[in-house]
């Protein structure tokens, strides 16, 4: 049992499909059929509990799990001690105040006495305590954006994505106090077995996400543009130069993250890039 890792992800919800999808791209095979409580990887020592998010930060504390997968809204509002070993980059999300949209905002004193429903009573609680504004913290567990509509609060503190939620219920988001997206969190004391599994899924799960924000950038070039080309395309090392069967001309290989890649778009055009292909990298490792 010791040299297994168990790993608390999402049942169903926002976190559950990219949870599992960065374990398979970390070559992890495992079969989760819908409905399961449990299940086991097939090829590496990992075990998985299919959880709520909201228990997954007290799981993984208690030593019922090793590891989760969870909000950092959620980690944050549980307050469970518990170490955040990579933020994911997925689920990302904003937790905000937000008011009826017919109202005129003044600023954080608009909440001053003020009776605010929310499911984070205490990141909530924390950022009013920090901005000395006094206020009623209504804890109310779902559908917190009706509650100005039945008369319940007068404001909402939530979770705000595209913001569609808000406004088809008649609100305006007017402050964001936090952000959030999916982390890996672990028990903060595990033996060295276990923290050298957790080394291994941590040097894949980082090899997955600097392949991803990476492009393989194939392009032909004329001999005379090299140096200005390569200049723009600096790769990992320094790019692959191969001839072309056209005299004076040259293939030019290199990775790049994708921000740079269009960055430079037009000035590689401009020196006399052409066949330019952007590839994706399914791994990569520094
Ligand atoms: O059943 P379980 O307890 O496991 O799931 P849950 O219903 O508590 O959570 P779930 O699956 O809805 O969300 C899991 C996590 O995803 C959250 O803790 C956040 O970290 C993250 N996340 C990202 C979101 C959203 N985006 C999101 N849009 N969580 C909730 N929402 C809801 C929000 O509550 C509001 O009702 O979506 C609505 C707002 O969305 P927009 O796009 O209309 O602004
Ligand atoms: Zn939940």
Redesign the pocket.
């Known amino acids: 049992m010791e040299n297994i890792l168990r790993i608390a992800v ?7 499909d990219d949870s599992l999808s960065l374990i398979k791209e970390c070559g992890i095979k495992f079969y989760n059929g819908t409905g399961k409580l449990k299940s086991s990887a097939t090829n590496f020592p990992l075990e998985f509990l299919f ?4 228990d997954i930060p007290g799981y993984v504390a208690d030593g019922v799990a090793d590891l989760g997968i ?5 980690l944050v509002e549980k307050n469970k001690d518990v170490v955040v070993l990579k933020k994911l980059g997925f ?3 904003r937790l905000s105040l937000a008011i009826p949209k017919s109202e005129t905002y003044t600023g954080l004193s608009f909440f001053q006495g003020k009776n605010i429903a929310t499911s984070y009573p205490k990141i909530l609680g924390d950022y009013l305590k920090e901005k000395a504004i006094q206020a009623d913290i209504h804890e109310i567990s ?1 559908s ?2 009706i509650a100005p509509s039945i008369g319940l609060a007068e404001a909402i503190c ?9 406004m ?1 219920n008649g609100l305006k988001e007017v402050e964001e106090i936090f952000r ?3 982390a890996l969190i672990g028990h903060p004391l595990m033996n060295q077995q276990k923290k050298h599994l957790v080394e291994k899924l941590l040097f894949r799960m980082n090899a997955v996400q600097k392949g991803k924000s990476s492009k393989y950038v194939l392009l032909n070039a004329p001999n005379h543009a090299l140096d200005k080309i390569v200049s723009l395309i600096p790769g990992m090392r320094s790019p692959t130069i191969l001839p072309l069967a056209q005299e004076g001309w040259s293939s030019v290989h290199s990775v790049l993250s994708e921000e740079q890649f269009w960055e430079n778009i037009e000035e590689l055009r401009a020196a006399g890039a052409e066949g330019i292909l952007v590839v994706p990298i399914e791994k990569m490792i520094l």
């Open positions: 999402q049942k169903s919800g926002r976190l559950s959880l709520r998010d909201d969870v909000g950092e809204n959620e689920s990302k999300c779902g917190v954006e939530d979770i705000v994505s595209s913001g569609s939620t808000l088809m959030s997206e999916a």
